[in-house]
């Protein structure tokens, strides 16, 4: 069950300490929570986790027995990514294990990426599990890594621990156990005050491309 704490002014949303997979009660619980983040002026975001994994991605047992709303599911799941890409306060994703699949796209859809340094992988397995990335989901990808890192990670199925993830500039940063959150928390510390509009502003043309193709039904 996700949960929401804060640290000094900075939220933090904590997905859960199973494989916090996307099913729809999750997705809904997310954005309810950042309703909450906005309505009560956090000056900044650190979403994370408090067991192995950070995210396993989308509920592929929820999908093969729902195959006829699957794409209202992927709606919803871009539509959660386009809502953090252009999301009105500074946002960092701590990644305290696994992130993979959709779970390693929200760290992406982050302004800012701390991940555990000596434990956890980062990995976009669609290439191996056959899954071809929607146009709106590549998009985001893209626009988030260099051209070197986006072949690395997306053509490859390759699993990047922390240091190799930061190498690559997938992630900002590493920390050790037990501190990612609170790197992620002083990363952003000094970025409050913005305000919300103007940075809005800023990230929705930003990333506007990626923006329009997550929330494209068609994607």
Known sequence: MSTLSYHDKIAVLDLGDDENRFTPAFLEAVNAHLDTVLAEDAQGLVTTASGKFYSNGLDLDWLLANGDRTQWYIGQVQALFARVLTLPIPTAAAVPGHAFGAGAMLALAHDYRVMRADRGYFCL????????????????????????????????????GGVEARDL?????????????????????????????TLGAIKHTMFGPAVAKLTDTGS
């Open 125 to 160: 397995p669609e290439v191996d599990i056959r899954i071809p990335f929607t146009p709106g989901m590549a998009a985001l990808i893209q626009s988030k890594l260099t051209p070197k890192a986006a072949v690395a990670s997306m053509t490859t199925g390759r699993r990047f």
């Open 169 to 197: 500039d997938i992630v900002d940063a590493t920390a050790a156990e037990g501190a990612v959150t609170t790197a992620a928390a002083a990363m952003l510390a000094p970025l409050g005050g913005k305000d919300p509009g």
